[in-house]
């Protein structure tokens, strides 16, 4: 089973070719999460989350949906991160909640994926964006590989400070800096709908025409990079600056 979360499509990028490998289908937990539910699972075995690294731990909608959902006995948990640079505290947070849920867990692997935090990052050129792609999918397919044979992953050792400081870090994040109020369309807004459609939370309606921003945000940034006339910004730090259309459109 392959359950994943995902802004610009990174996380689903691996998620879908790790579940070729195993000849499985991955599952996007939007649907879930825009409903509301907490699914209960009742097939054991094998369960791999994918999700992207945000302040250097997985997106709190992951962890979220994992510790709501219910899930039966037996359960070997894979969590894979998809990241610029590194999972950072990924595996301090995801052996603890293996432990709450009852898991067995069988390690954190990461696979660096282009930037596309463009609130505070320049995005690279789309050559370069390319060829962190390209570099990826071997990575993909070795990491699939040792899924599907049961192997436990290989992972960095994260200190006990380490996860500390994440943790103080992420909480102020979310508190601080995660917020929709700056969120914005330009006269370029042509009325498409797709920063509501690809919004991962359900996070944004249209009203008269026009998207509207709630306050449950995760800041993937989804509405952004994939809005087709780049009409979306985020206060004045946006403008200007190259879009992230998503891994598949960047190997075209």
Request: net charge positive; with cysteine.
């Amino acid at each position: 089973m392959i359950y994943y979360f995902t802004g610009t499509g990174n996380s689903r990028f691996a998620a879908e070719r790790i579940a070729a490998a195993m000849n499985e289908e991955a599952c996007n937990i939007s649907q879930y999460i825009k409903k509301g539910e907490a699914p209960k699972f009742t097939e054991d075995g094998v369960y791999v989350f994918v999700a992207p690294c945000y302040v250097s731990a997985p997106a709190s909608a992951m962890l979220d949906f994992i510790d709501k959902a219910t899930f039966p006995k037996g359960v070997r948990a894979y969590f894979v991160i998809t990241c610029a640079a590194s999972m950072g505290a990924t595996p301090g947070y995801a052996k603890k909640l293996s432990e709450k849920k009852g898991f067995e867990y069988m390690g954190s692997a990461q696979i660096v994926m282009p930037q596309n935090y463009i609130a505070f990052f320049k995005m690279p050129e789309a050559e370069v964006n390319r060829s962190i792609v390209e570099a990826a999918i071997p990575e993909i397919d070795s990491l699939a590989e040792k899924i599907r044979n049961g192997e436990n992953l290989n992972e960095k050792k994260v200190s006990g400070a380490e996860r500390v400081f994440t943790s103080s870090i992420v909480n102020l994040y979310d508190g601080l800096f995660m917020k929709t109020k700056k969120f914005h369309v330009t006269e370029g807004c042509i009325s498409c709908g797709k920063c509501e459609k690809v919004c991962p939370l359900g996070n944004i309606s249209m009203q008269d025409g026009k998207p509207v921003w709630g306050k449950e945000c995760t800041h993937c940034m989804a509405c952004i990079n994939l809005c087709p006339k780049q009409a979306v910004e985020y206060g004045k730090g946006t403008v200007g600056k190259r879009r992230y259309p998503g891994p598949e459109a960047s190997l075209k």
